[in-house]
């Protein structure tokens, strides 16, 4: 057996004959606040929303787009937007926002700001059990045959830590802000451009045309060397989709520009796949009376959410509904690299601001209930039988 090892040896020495060679780990791209995915390897930033992220599958894939259909008021919604702008802002990575309601700056001086570390940690550890304190009398102490019993788990939360956590009634500092390089769009401000043959609207087109030269310009689509490290290009679309866009889908039945906002997301998936960027685009989805074309948005979109908010509704004094400000409905969620997607455990989430922060859980009694109602079902089917 010593003999082919020398042989071996020798012949290294003298050059590689072998076709076998040693399997080394491929260089992913280092970018600040960015991580591989452990299901597809796909490229992950946060949203903002811890919770959010574990929903999704870990995070937002850079290349992708996230649709989020609005809730009723615009509140919450763009409470996501302002999260995810924040997490931007904190991890240095480039921004675009465009609006034709608000203005883009009036957007960015509404951010939430960061928590520290130690204040983060600290509110994590409000949420999990402390050990019991037997010498202090105001210790909450109870039967010892149910002190092993699990508790109830409804935060969602991935066991690594991954984003930042913020303070919603707090704004962000405007020396932290100032360091972020925005690229803004306000639709108002807009000269209007001849389209041509373009089946888009002028604001859709130069909007489109915008974050085209965004991404060229500053080099996210590699055709340009980038002056510093490698970065990532946030993109924030506020209200795609209503009027102040120039777009009917939320005035008619049947708009004249029914496919606008699709091919307009056709396009810009093109721009993203194509360049180390990733979109957030809300659209007023309950001005949309044609749910045919809602349909053809959400099939449109990598990642798409609804936000349901119970203000104004009856679900607000539902006793069901006490502890939490709306549910959160999952539409699609991204095959990337894969024939399947990242299932999440459960479809009853509901959202609600905790701490001043906005988190998503699961909604145990809508799940308790349904089980009760599933178990009835059965006890009919057996008594009928």
């Given at each position: 057996?010593a003999?082919?090892?020398?042989?071996?040896?020798?012949?290294?020495?003298?050059?590689?004959?072998?076709?076998?060679?040693?399997?080394?780990?491929?260089?992913?791209?280092?970018?600040?606040?960015?991580?591989?995915?452990?299901?597809?390897?796909?490229?992950?930033?946060?949203?903002?929303?811890?919770?959010?992220?574990?929903?999704?599958?870990?995070?937002?894939?850079?290349?992708?787009?996230?649709?989020?259909?609005?809730?009723r008021?615009?509140?919450?919604?763009?409470?996501?937007?302002?999260y995810?702008?924040?997490?931007?802002?904190?991890?240095?990575?480039?921004?675009?926002?465009?609006?034709?309601?608000?203005h883009?700056?009036?957007?960015?001086?509404?951010?939430?700001?960061p928590?520290?570390?130690?204040?983060?940690?600290?509110?994590?550890?409000?949420?999990?059990?402390?050990?019991s304190?037997?010498?202090?009398?105001?210790?909450?102490?109870?039967?010892?045959?149910?002190?092993?019993?699990?508790?109830?788990?409804?935060?969602?939360?991935?066991?690594?830590?991954?984003?930042?956590?913020?303070?919603?009634?707090?704004?962000?500092?405007?020396?932290?802000?100032?360091?972020?390089k925005?690229?803004?769009?306000?639709?108002?401000?807009?000269?209007?451009?001849?389209?041509?043959?373009?089946?888009?609207?002028?604001?859709?087109?130069?909007?489109?045309?915008?974050?085209q030269?965004?991404?060229?310009?500053?080099?996210?689509d590699?055709?340009?060397?980038?002056?510093?490290?490698?970065?990532?290009?946030?993109?924030?679309?506020?209200?795609?989709?209503?009027?102040?866009?120039?777009?009917?889908?939320?005035?008619?039945?049947?708009?004249?520009?029914?496919h606008?906002?699709?091919?307009?997301?056709?396009?810009?998936?093109?721009?993203?796949?194509?360049?180390?960027?990733?979109a957030?685009?809300?659209?007023?989805?309950?001005?949309?009376?044609?749910?045919?074309?809602?349909?053809?948005?959400?099939?449109?979109?990598?990642?798409?959410?609804?936000?349901?908010?119970?203000?104004?509704?009856?679900n607000?004094?539902?006793?069901?509904?006490?502890?939490?400000?709306?549910?959160?409905?999952?539409?699609?969620?991204?095959?990337?690299?894969?024939?399947?997607?990242?299932?999440?455990?459960?479809?009853?989430?509901?959202?609600?601001?905790?701490?001043?922060?906005f988190?998503?859980?699961?909604?145990r009694?809508?799940g308790?209930?349904?089980?009760?109602?599933?178990s009835?079902?059965?006890?009919?089917?057996?008594?009928?039988?």
């Amino acid at each position: 057996m010593a003999a082919p090892v020398r042989c071996m040896a020798g012949s290294s020495s003298i050059g590689n004959t072998t076709s076998f060679q040693k399997k080394t780990r491929s260089k992913l791209v280092s970018i600040p606040g960015t991580r591989p995915s452990v299901q597809n390897g796909q490229l992950l930033l946060s949203s903002g929303v811890s919770s959010l992220d574990y929903v999704i599958g870990g995070g937002l894939a850079v290349g992708t787009l996230l649709l989020v259909e609005e809730d009723r008021y615009d509140s919450y919604s763009r409470m996501l937007l302002k999260y995810f702008l924040a997490e931007g802002v904190v991890c240095g990575h480039e921004l675009f926002l465009a609006s034709a309601r608000d203005h883009p700056d009036e957007i960015m001086q509404e951010l939430p700001s960061p928590i520290m570390d130690e204040v983060a940690s600290l509110k994590i550890s409000e949420g999990q059990p402390q050990p019991s304190d037997p010498e202090n009398p105001d210790t909450m102490k109870i039967a010892w045959r149910y002190q092993n019993q699990p508790r109830v788990q409804t935060a969602l939360a991935s066991s690594l830590r991954f984003g930042h956590y913020y303070d919603v009634s707090k704004t962000m500092e405007p020396e932290l802000q100032q360091k972020a390089k925005c690229h803004s769009f306000y639709q108002l401000q807009e000269t209007p451009v001849t389209t041509g043959s373009s089946p888009l609207p002028s604001p859709y087109h130069a909007l489109l045309k915008s974050i085209q030269t965004v991404i060229r310009k500053e080099g996210f689509d590699g055709s340009t060397a980038q002056s510093k490290a490698r970065n990532v290009l946030r993109l924030g679309l506020h209200s795609l989709g209503s009027a102040l866009w120039g777009d009917d889908v939320c005035c008619k039945d049947n708009p004249a520009h029914c496919h606008a906002l699709t091919t307009f997301l056709y396009a810009l998936r093109g721009l993203l796949r194509t360049s180390l960027s990733v979109a957030m685009v809300t659209v007023p989805s309950h001005l949309i009376q044609n749910r045919a074309v809602m349909g053809r948005i959400i099939r449109m979109s990598d990642t798409a959410i609804a936000l349901e908010s119970f203000r104004g509704s009856e679900n607000e004094t539902n006793p069901l509904y006490k502890d939490y400000h709306g549910l959160l409905h999952v539409r699609q969620l991204p095959h990337l690299n894969s024939l399947s997607c990242e299932v999440p455990d459960t479809k009853d989430l509901a959202f609600k601001l905790k701490r001043k922060q906005f988190t998503i859980e699961v909604e145990r009694e809508r799940g308790v209930m349904r089980k009760i109602v599933i178990s009835k079902h059965s006890r009919i089917r057996t008594h009928a039988s």
